[in-house]
């Protein structure tokens, strides 16, 4: 019974702290505090929250311990005391103030650490709220928190024992057009660890791809690249994975300029005092699988107005497209009315994504007559073309049409009419003829 209402509230604090992660008002400085001490040892410091509120509010300091998740690879906070935690050492004397906006206040705090405590990392969270107050002063209800980790290394023979346990092209981002890897390390350790590493990218010649990686800085609000670099940087945030969890990290190719082929990446992790390696390579493949569709033209039958053609292009793929084309006009017997190249930049298509062209028009005054639209495209040698046709008439020379099939049908008539008097007639005079010659007889 005490497990199952323990585990509720697991799941009630993570689903919270993750409601008020994404709208903080107030922040805490600085969101990560480390110390290495011998058993025994005092810490005495602070930590500086933050009224980011537009009102004054009343914040608060609290503490939690973390629970690893083995399934989620997420952390979980709560307030029973953990074997790695450190919610029995600290104390905070004071744990409230009413802040006015933009007001901060140091938090003091002190950790007792105990005199026979084991080697390795100890963790914690120190989590700062704020909530309106109501007229009598009192809290309202908290509407933000924000958390800084508290990590406590004890001196002594702690143990370093990061795990590999998977890297893998992430198959979701990988219809999306993303190249993003998923790794997930383990700490079977006693101390955090804070690992950094790199992603190599060879082409199926086992050649190193250059430049995977851009540095940009930002001038006048644009970004702008200002170097290339031929290692994707692992874990640049320095996140920590604490002893007996496993943490999930994504490490993506985004600046590329890859054609489409087969590729390895590999990965080299280093942890610890030492630089402990861990490595593992994966092999993906990067593809166009280019699709036209929904080639059309607005207006069949009228002449009046120009003719204007859409076109949908949809790359299901993992690498940028940027096919050369043209769209042509032709009539019934093949010669060409209109062509207009298209360029690179007008159908560049990046990867997982769709586009609608829909700037292909052509001012068909006094054509008439039966007509094809074609739609070309080369990428990479390889032709997708589609043809749709279409009538083009307008209504005067629907008119002149109209009369001139009357004259048609008129001079067909009075043709008909005209052979049958004249069959009549002859009809006639054979009739004549005959009785003339038996007369005679």
């Not at 969270?125 to 009192?138: I, K, Q, R, V, Y």
């Not at 924000?146 to 990590?151: I, K, P, S």
């Not at 346990?165 to 998923?182: H, S, V």
């Not at 769709?354 to 007559?369: E, P, Q």
């Amino acid at each position: 019974m005490y497990l199952k209402k323990f585990l509720s509230f697991v799941t009630l604090v993570s689903i919270f702290l993750t409601f008020v992660a994404t709208a903080s008002a107030v922040s805490i400085s600085p969101n990560r505090k480390n110390y290495e001490v011998a058993p025994g040892e005092v810490i005495e410091d602070t930590i500086k929250i933050t009224n980011t509120e537009a009102y004054p509010a009343i914040t608060k300091i609290t503490v939690l311990d973390l629970i690893p998740d083995p399934a989620s690879k997420n952390i979980q906070y709560v307030d029973v005391p953990q074997p790695r935690g450190l919610l029995n050492w600290i104390t905070i004397p004071v744990t409230e103030k009413l802040l006015e906006p933009s007001e901060s206040y140091a938090f003091e705090y002190t950790i007792n650490v105990p005199k026979d405590v084991a080697a390795g990392s100890y963790n914690t969270e120190l989590f700062g709220s704020a909530s309106a107050p109501d007229e009598s002063g009192t809290r309202v209800g908290v509407t933000s928190r924000a958390g800084a980790l508290v990590n406590v290394t004890i001196e002594g023979d702690y143990i370093e024992d990061l795990k590999l346990e998977e890297f893998n092209l992430n198959a979701a981002q990988l219809q999306r057009g993303n190249i993003t890897f998923d790794v997930n390390l383990k700490n079977d350790g006693t101390i955090t660890e804070q690992p950094f590493g790199n992603l190599t990218i060879f082409n199926e010649k086992g050649e190193q791809v250059k430049g995977v990686h851009a540095i940009k800085k930002t001038f006048e609000e644009q970004s702008v690249v200002v170097e290339r670099q031929d290692k994707i940087p692992f874990n640049v945030a320095s996140l920590g994975i604490v002893p007996n969890s496993t943490k999930n990290f994504q490490i993506s190719w985004v600046d590329r300029e890859a054609t489409q082929g087969k590729y390895t990446a590999k990965l080299e992790v280093f942890y610890g005092a030492d630089s402990l390696k861990l490595e593992d390579e994966v092999d993906f493949e990067i593809s166009g699988n280019f699709h036209i569709s929904e080639f059309n033209a607005d207006n069949f039958f009228s002449s009046s107005l120009p003719v204007q053609f859409s076109v949908n292009l949809t790359n299901n793929g993992t690498v940028d497209l940027a096919p050369k084309g043209y769209f042509e006009i032709k009539n019934a017997i093949g010669f060409q009315k209109m062509r207009v190249d298209l360029t690179s930049e007008e159908l560049l298509i990046p990867g997982g994504e769709s586009k609608t062209i829909n700037n292909l028009v052509w001012d068909n005054s006094f054509a008439l007559g039966l007509y094809s639209a074609t739609f070309n495209l080369d990428i990479e040698g390889q032709i997708y073309s589609e043809t749709v046709s279409f009538w083009v008439i307008s209504w005067w020379q629907t008119l002149i049409l109209i009369i001139v099939l009357a004259l048609i049908i008129l001079g067909l008539y009075k043709g008909v009419h005209g052979y049958m008097n004249i069959q009549k007639k002859l009809a006639k005079t054979e009739k004549e003829l005959e009785k003339v010659e038996h007369v005679e007889n």
